[in-house]
Every structure is written in structure tokens, then in C-alpha cells.
DNA sequence: GAATATGTTTAAAT
DNA sequence: CATTTAAACATATT
């Protein structure tokens, strides 16, 4: 369900929410994925005031006083909910607050991923990659453009649809070979990695309001199976990159 | 019923 | 060694 922009609405929804109040109770449901046993989990975080939510690359970061810190990667399809009155289904993660709110972690697949003080990342995320930083990584490059772009180990945050976004934003078509595109190109790129995330973290936000919602994605230009034609009538084509379905038009350039 | 779905890890193949 | 590919994860939707 989310990637960067969804996640980083989220942190600051969670942060609005539940910031400065202390977690009365953690219910520990799937402790599989846990990097550490669950009576350490809650151990380590009950009783403890929740300061504030950041993003990092795909994770959620929940800071618990000065800085003991709780990641959260939501994998495919994991999703954070509000309680309610009904308890949540596949639940992974109940944080109960004192204030008698709180929020779940859910993931029907069971993949939602929660660690404990996770390590900090030397990948720099793709919101904060400097223009030269991502020149260096495409430079020499013979993978697929839009495989580099999703490489977590490369740069941190871009998943499958913001991908087809961002290249289609650009005008480079998906299977351009990376260290083969121009200079005047990989500045165009960079440019709209940021305006293409930034401005879907705008809208999200906007919708989203304080309320936890996934799956707002009605400004999507390409990346979706129900997309036919471009906001500008460019037919959209699809084809397998990586074993993913990317989905582009024939406007974008190919370089190889 | 079959195909598809937002991500990652691992192993095997090229 | 660098890169690519497939499978697995568990369930819902179309």
C-alpha cells in the first residue's frame, strides 16, 4: 500500500494524534518479523511518552522518549488503523495510549515488519539525495533506470508506482539503460523526483486530513491497470520490468 | 478459478 | 564479481 509520500503523511498524522502521550499498553499479536522478543518489546516501550513519528526511506520511525526508536516497515500490504470499537483484523502491532486512543498495525500478509532501535541507514533517502550524489549512481550504471530508481540499497523510498511516476514526470522511458542517459536528462530526473513526491505528499496530506487513510492515488498518470490514456491522451503501455508491472507511454524517451 | 497486487529477502541462474 | 530472475510470503479483489 504505501510508499514514501503515504508514509510520510502518516508520520505527521500519527505525530498530530498521538504525539506527547504515553503508551498505556502494547499488544504484541505477531512477533514473528520482531527483531526482538515481544515481553522486550513491551519492556522497553510501555510507560514511555511517544515524542514524535519521522519516515525514513519505506519505514515509519516511532520515537518513545529521549530515543529509544520503533521501525516499521509495512511491507506490500500493510496498513496502519485507528481503533475503533471493533478490534482491527491482522493486527501485527495494538499501541493503546493513555489518553484511551490508539492506533494499529495490521497486514492481512503478515509481512509488516517492526525493529527495535534499527540500525541508521547509510542509504541516502530519495528526498534528500543531492543532484550530484545521484549523477555518481546512475553514472556507468547498465541496469534498467527504473530498477536503479527502486533499489532500497541505492536510494530509499521509490517503490513500483512512484517509479512509473517519476519517469513518466521526466519524459525517460522505464527501460533506459541508467549510465546511458544524458546529463541535461538525470537533472531533469532528479527535478522530478522531488516534485513528483513532494507534490503527492501535498495532495495526500490535503486529503487525508488527520484521519489514517491508504490508497489515494486518483492524481496517478500512468501507474495503474485502469489507466488507458495520459491526462494528455498519450496511450499508456505496460510491460514487466523486474517482475513488476511498469506502465508508461511511447513519449518517453529511451536511452540505450 | 485465474491473474494480479504497493516490497523484500534469498537462492539460483546468467 | 555484477546482475537478473523466480519463488516465497497470505489474502483480497477483479
Same mark, same amino acid.
Given at each position: 500500500?504505501?510508499?514514501?509520500?503515504?508514509?510520510?503523511?502518516?508520520?505527521?498524522?500519527?505525530?498530530?494524534?498521538?504525539?506527547?502521550?504515553?503508551?498505556?499498553?502494547?499488544?504484541?499479536?505477531?512477533?514473528?518479523?520482531?527483531?526482538?522478543? =515481544?515481553?522486550? %518489546?513491551?519492556?522497553?516501550?510501555?510507560?514511555?511518552? #511517544? !515524542?514524535?513519528?519521522?519516515?525514513?526511506? &519505506? @519505514?515509519?520511525?516511532?520515537?518513545?522518549?529521549?530515543?529509544?526508536?520503533?521501525?516499521?516497515?509495512?511491507?506490500?500490504?500493510?496498513?496502519?488503523?485507528?481503533?475503533?470499537?471493533?478490534?482491527?483484523?491482522?493486527?501485527?502491532?495494538?499501541?493503546?495510549?493513555?489518553?484511551?486512543?490508539?492506533?494499529?498495525?495490521?497486514?492481512?500478509?503478515?509481512?509488516?515488519?517492526?525493529?527495535?532501535?534499527?540500525?541508521?541507514?547509510?542509504?541516502?533517502? =530519495?528526498?534528500? %539525495?543531492?543532484?550530484?550524489?545521484?549523477?555518481?549512481? #546512475? !553514472?556507468?550504471?547498465?541496469?534498467?533506470? &527504473? @530498477?536503479?530508481?527502486m533499489d532500497q540499497k541505492k536510494l530509499r523510498g521509490i517503490?513500483?508506482?512512484?517509479?512509473?511516476?517519476?519517469?513518466?514526470?521526466?519524459?525517460?522511458?522505464?527501460?533506459?539503460?541508467?549510465?546511458?542517459?544524458?546529463?541535461?536528462?538525470?537533472?531533469?530526473?532528479?527535478?522530478?523526483?522531488?516534485?513528483?513526491?513532494?507534490?503527492?505528499?501535498?495532495?495526500?496530506?490535503?486529503?487525508?486530513?488527520?484521519?489514517?487513510?491508504?490508497?489515494?492515488?486518483?492524481?496517478?498518470?500512468?501507474?495503474?491497470?485502469?489507466?488507458?490514456?495520459?491526462?494528455?491522451?498519450?496511450?499508456?503501455?505496460?510491460?514487466?520490468?523486474?517482475g513488476r508491472t511498469s506502465y508508461y507511454t511511447r513519449s518517453?524517451v529511451l536511452f540505450s
Amino acid at each position: 500500500m504505501a510508499e514514501l509520500p503515504d508514509l510520510e503523511v502518516f508520520s505527521q498524522i500519527l505525530t498530530r494524534r498521538y504525539g506527547g502521550s504515553v503508551l498505556e499498553k502494547l499488544e504484541v499479536i505477531e512477533s514473528r518479523k520482531l527483531n526482538v522478543p =515481544a515481553k522486550a %518489546l513491551k519492556a522497553c516501550l510501555e510507560g514511555h511518552k #511517544l !515524542s514524535r513519528v519521522i519516515r525514513s526511506g &519505506k @519505514t515509519i520511525q516511532l520515537v518513545f522518549g529521549p530515543d529509544r526508536v520503533l521501525g516499521i516497515h509495512l511491507m506490500l500490504r500493510g496498513e496502519l488503523v485507528a481503533l475503533s470499537s471493533a478490534s482491527p483484523r491482522f493486527a501485527i502491532l495494538i499501541f493503546h495510549f493513555h489518553s484511551g486512543e490508539g492506533f494499529a498495525v495490521v497486514d492481512m500478509q503478515k509481512q509488516a515488519t517492526p525493529t527495535l532501535d534499527p540500525p541508521s541507514a547509510d542509504v541516502p533517502d =530519495a528526498l534528500e %539525495l543531492s543532484y550530484s550524489a545521484f549523477k555518481k549512481l #546512475l !553514472s556507468g550504471k547498465k541496469m534498467v533506470i &527504473k @530498477t536503479l530508481l527502486m533499489d532500497q540499497k541505492k536510494l530509499r523510498g521509490i517503490g513500483n508506482s512512484y517509479g512509473d511516476e517519476i519517469l513518466y514526470h521526466a519524459g525517460i522511458s522505464p527501460f533506459s539503460i541508467a549510465g546511458k542517459i544524458p546529463e541535461d536528462s538525470v537533472k531533469q530526473l532528479h527535478k522530478s523526483i522531488h516534485s513528483v513526491l513532494e507534490s503527492a505528499i501535498k495532495k495526500i496530506a490535503g486529503e487525508n486530513g488527520d484521519e489514517l487513510r491508504g490508497e489515494l492515488r486518483d492524481f496517478m498518470e500512468v501507474h495503474g491497470a485502469k489507466i488507458k490514456n495520459t491526462r494528455k491522451g498519450e496511450e499508456v503501455i505496460s510491460d514487466k520490468i523486474g517482475g513488476r508491472t511498469s506502465y508508461y507511454t511511447r513519449s518517453q524517451v529511451l536511452f540505450s
